[in-house]
């Protein structure tokens, strides 16, 4: 949550959440029906809940299939799952009666895994959606309706030595107040067992993790869990204009911060060694830089988060750097390889006899006063979230501070939850990732046909996708179709003309910004010509060579430092998209088949440059990309149907298609398999090569 308001020069860190409940759109819903519309509500606001977090339920009135009697069952939100976007299949169903009598396996606090695997013997009518770990918070009280979700400012509280004063001052007896428990039976039997003491309360704050509270119906749980909110974010706001946050600015937030994060990411991501590459995401809000900023920095960094939503999300503590030595590789290396280390003696002195093998020790979240954070993680949604759960971090940490102390999650009770057997399976049952997940693409010419499908082809296999071209509608037009298809994650547009270096160096900074660096680039940006030599104009010929040759020298020359990188990660790859006309002498096109041929022969030079440092670098040579293409829109359909004496329509189509050995249309989606086959690591061992996608044609034979 960014900084919402500014008063009197003092930033409010909490945003007021208020009532979205809208009566007519509730009215005639069944009970399931309107604890998802309560869910909805709730998740989707970032002042309630953080993406995935929270839980809700409701005990409805069912029919037993079996028996055709009527029973209480237990909807609750499964596991899994974010209750801002869910349906109805997203709600574990489970038997109240068998819910309650599980307490009879129940000990003590050492049985808490062992319960959880009595929940699916618990499942009504044969629901596939797994019940949740804080199934036992809802379904041990007595209550229908049920809220449990962690906002910052509830954290705040819940995350600062002042935080049960507060409660008692805000709320009294209403809300009480529990110690640190982590989430499972036993936590459950916590607040069934200070429910049942304290009839007249309505919820209870959960030290380090959030709060749950109860009402009669759906309507009324809503508008209490929001006016709790509010009223802690009230609160909060008015402590925190007594002075500045976190002890006031040490270091400004500098102007040049995002060019230093397009240096830095891809530096940082090639030292972040590990079984998959990682995509990287930058953020220089406001609460960020205000916190990196701050004279309370250095005490608050090595603390880590409190609340788990966070913890699981962001690891034990982020990684600080230095500002000063930002250009210093041997300083970024050793920090890395540190961070590694400290990782790896936490896990030895945590670990317990039965902990899964340590996970990837690389940080997740990288910090740098008066520039930003950074986070890192196998893909880009993932790092994406993982800054955005920190940055609640942040504002936890504010709120708590201004009431009391910071109390961060003990380290052993991180360990515990990190590395906790039911996470474990749940990590295990997660698909395998895509073939491209976690790399990182520049298309020059994306909004173009083959830029556009090898972008797609990419995009569809995980990959990480900047599109680059000239035309700004239409390279926006092409990114907003793969933002419906591929998600907002996956893809970035960004305004270049190849010919003009300052913006193609522009493009990879964004490139690196967006994404934290660079394995494949894709040079296809392109133009076409057709006239005999005594019409082609000087002009006519430069112009060739400044998008044709030229434009792919650009492309490859400041592609190629982040692509070194990577080098001791399996290497990179480059990708030229040439012509047929590049291997063949073509009548009437003499300016167009050089530049191709040109371009063809700098990918062949850099295949020996590159080889050292891993790049590789490969050509694929179409012919006659007719269909989808803004080349073969213009003027150069009409000079070559000129060229042979021949309609500019369906004739020139049947032309190239005939003219073929295989007699078959060169599509823009072939030469993107081809594109897609030079960037993945089925061609690993390939470089210096020239693969024909043309359907045939003897004239373009290279051997």
């Given at each position: 949550?960014?900084?919402?308001?500014?008063?009197?020069?003092?930033?409010?860190?909490?945003?007021?959440?208020?009532?979205?409940?809208?009566?007519?759109?509730?009215?005639?819903?069944?009970?399931?029906?309107?604890?998802?519309?309560?869910?909805?509500?709730?998740?989707?606001?970032?002042?309630?809940?953080?993406?995935?977090?929270?839980?809700?339920?409701?005990?409805?009135?069912?029919?037993?299939?079996?028996?055709?009697?009527?029973?209480?069952?237990?909807?609750?939100?499964?596991?899994?799952?974010?209750?801002?976007s869910m349906g109805l299949d997203g709600f574990a169903t489970l038997y109240e009666d068998k819910l309650l009598a599980l307490e009879d396996h129940y000990a003590g606090e050492q049985d808490d895994d062992k319960m959880v695997g009595f929940l699916p013997h618990c499942t009504f009518n044969l629901n596939s959606r797994a019940a949740s770990i804080d199934t036992p918070l809802h379904s041990?009280?007595?209550?229908?309706?049920?809220?449990?979700?962690?906002?910052?400012?509830?954290?705040?509280?819940?995350?600062?030595?002042?935080?049960?004063?507060?409660?008692?001052?805000?709320?009294?007896?209403?809300?009480?107040?529990l110690p640190w428990?982590?989430?499972?039976?036993?936590?459950?039997?916590?607040?069934?067992?200070?429910?049942?003491?304290?009839?007249?309360?309505?919820g209870a704050m959960l030290a380090g993790h959030g709060i749950i509270c109860w009402a009669d119906t759906a309507h009324e749980c809503y508008e209490q869990t929001v006016r709790l909110i509010a009223e802690a974010a009230e609160y909060?706001?008015?402590?925190?204009?007594?002075?500045?946050?976190?002890?006031?600015?040490?270091?400004?937030?500098?102007?040049?911060?995002?060019?230093?994060?397009?240096?830095?990411?891809?530096?940082l991501r090639s030292l972040m060694t590990g079984a998959r590459r990682k995509v990287g995401h930058f953020s220089d809000d406001d609460a960020t830089l205000e916190f990196v900023g701050s004279a309370d920095f250095d005490k608050l960094v090595s603390l880590g988060t409190s609340c788990p939503d966070h913890f699981l999300r962001t690891k034990i503590a982020p990684l600080a750097l230095d500002p000063a030595r930002l250009d210093d590789d041997t300083y970024l290396a050793q920090r890395i390889a540190d961070y590694r280390g400290l990782y790896s003696a936490y896990y030895d002195r945590c670990r317990r006899g039965n902990s899964p093998a340590m996970r990837d020790a690389n940080p997740v979240v990288v910090l740098v006063p008066g520039v930003g954070r950074m986070t890192f993680a196998a893909d880009k949604a993932t790092a994406r979230i993982a800054g955005e759960f920190y940055l609640n971090a942040i504002n936890v940490m504010r709120g708590?501070?201004?009431?009391?102390?910071?109390?961060?999650?003990?380290?052993?009770?991180?360990?515990?939850?990190?590395?906790?057997?039911?996470?474990?399976?749940?990590?295990?049952?997660?698909?395998?990732p895509k073939p491209m997940v976690g790399r990182i693409a520049l298309v020059t010419g994306g909004a173009g046909g083959i830029g556009a499908a090898t972008a797609a082809r990419f995009l569809r296999d995980g990959a990480c996708v900047m599109l680059a071209d000239r035309d700004a509608d239409a390279v926006e037009e092409v990114k907003q179709g793969f933002v419906q298809q591929f998600g907002k994650?996956?893809?970035?547009?960004?305004?270049?003309?190849?010919?003009?270096?300052?913006?193609?160096?522009?493009?990879?900074?964004?490139?690196?910004?967006?994404?934290?660096?660079?394995?494949?680039?894709?040079?296809?940006?392109?133009?076409?010509?057709?006239?005999?030599?005594?019409?082609?104009?000087?002009?006519?010929?430069?112009?060739?060579?400044?998008?044709?040759?030229?434009?792919?020298?650009?492309?490859?020359?400041?592609?190629?430092?982040?692509?070194?990188?990577?080098?001791?990660?399996?290497?990179?790859?480059?990708?030229?998209?040439?012509?047929?006309?590049?291997?063949?002498?073509?009548?009437?096109?003499?300016?167009?088949?050089?530049?191709?041929?040109?371009?063809?022969?700098?990918?062949?030079?850099?295949?020996?440059?590159?080889?050292?440092?891993g790049i590789r670098v490969n050509i694929v040579?179409?012919?006659?990309?007719?269909?989808?293409?803004?080349?073969?829109?213009?003027?150069?359909?009409?000079?070559?149907?000129?060229?042979?004496?021949?309609?500019?329509?369906?004739?020139?189509?049947?032309?190239?298609?005939?003219?073929?050995?295989?007699?078959?249309?060169?599509l823009p989606e072939d030469i993107a398999e081809g594109a897609f086959f030079f960037a993945s690591d089925v061609s690993a061992k390939s470089t210096g090569n020239m693969l024909n996608i043309d359907a045939g044609n003897a004239q373009a034979f290279t051997r």
């Open positions: 949550m960014n900084i919402q308001t500014t008063l009197a020069g003092q930033a409010i860190p909490f945003a007021i959440p208020a009532s979205r409940w809208d009566e007519s759109e509730a009215r005639g819903k069944t009970e399931a029906e309107l604890l998802l519309y309560r869910s909805n509500l709730l998740g989707s606001d970032l002042t309630v809940t953080n993406f995935g977090g929270g839980n809700t339920s409701a005990k409805v009135v069912g029919t037993d299939p079996l028996t055709g009697k009527d029973v209480e069952v237990l909807w609750v939100k499964g596991s899994g799952g974010d209750i801002g041990l009280l007595p209550y229908k309706h049920i809220d449990h979700v962690h906002p910052d400012a509830i954290i705040a509280l819940a995350a600062s030595s002042g935080g049960q004063a507060v409660t008692q001052e805000l709320w009294g007896d209403t809300i009480g107040w428990k982590r989430p499972g039976f036993t936590l459950g039997v916590m607040i069934r067992d200070f429910a049942k003491s304290n009839p007249n309360a309505k909060l706001n008015a402590k925190l204009l007594a002075g500045p946050a976190f002890g006031g600015v040490k270091v400004k937030a500098r102007e040049d911060r995002r060019a230093i994060a397009s240096r830095l990411m891809p530096r708590a501070e201004a009431i009391g102390d910071y109390i961060a999650l003990d380290e052993q009770e991180a360990f515990d939850i990190e590395y906790w057997l039911l996470e474990e399976a749940k990590l295990q049952r997660m698909p395998a994650d996956l893809v970035r547009a960004v305004v270049c003309d190849v010919t003009d270096e300052a913006q193609v160096k522009a493009a990879f900074d964004a490139c690196a910004r967006e994404f934290g660096g660079l394995d494949v680039l894709v040079a296809n940006a392109g133009i076409a010509s057709s006239a005999p030599i005594e019409q082609t104009t000087v002009e006519l010929w430069d112009r060739n060579f400044d998008v044709l040759a030229q434009g792919y020298f650009l492309a490859a020359k400041h592609a190629w430092p982040l692509l070194k990188r990577m080098k001791d990660q399996g290497g990179t790859s480059v990708v030229f998209i040439g012509s047929k006309n590049a291997v063949a002498a073509a009548a009437g096109a003499s300016a167009y088949a050089s530049a191709k041929a040109a371009a063809n022969h700098l990918a062949r030079c850099l295949a020996l440059e590159g080889a050292p440092d040579n179409p012919d006659a990309v007719i269909k989808g293409s803004r080349i073969w829109d213009g003027d150069w359909r009409r000079e070559r149907a000129g060229t042979h004496g021949i309609d500019a329509g369906a004739e020139l189509e049947a032309h190239y298609r005939n003219r073929s050995m295989l007699k078959r249309d060169v």
